[in-house]
């Protein structure tokens, strides 16, 4: 059966319902290695129920090959309407799970 697993972003808060196969699922959380376990998700999927990073997120960290570390501002459009991680110091790259900042 299939199930829906809920995920909470570190980053920007967002809840991802990631679509899972229930005895995948328990394979996983009973200690077998995801990908042995869910070998059928894609690595992004699998890396969402991981770490909960939702894809927008994930897009800003990994989707694209920006090697210009300063260029920081462009964070802010796709993770949330309040971005207010540059106000309290928030490091894209460093991540911050302080949601009240
Ligand atoms: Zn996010």
């Not at 809920?6 to 394979?27: E, M, S, W």
């Not at 959380?29 to 690595?43: E, F």
Request: proline share 7%; hydrophobic share 25%.
């Amino acid at each position: 059966m299939t199930i829906m697993v809920p995920t909470t972003c570190p980053f920007c808060g967002h809840t991802t319902y990631i679509q899972c196969d229930k005895d995948a699922y328990d394979r996983w959380q009973n200690g077998m290695s995801i990908q042995d376990a869910m070998p059928d998700m894609t690595p992004e999927d699998r890396e969402m129920l991981i770490s909960g990073i939702c894809p927008s997120c994930w897009d800003d960290m990994f989707g694209e090959e920006d090697e210009d570390e300063d260029d920081d501002l462009d964070w802010e459009d796709d993770c949330d309407e309040e971005p207010l991680w540059d106000e309290c110091g928030f490091n894209p790259y460093m991540g911050c799970y302080d949601f009240d900042c």
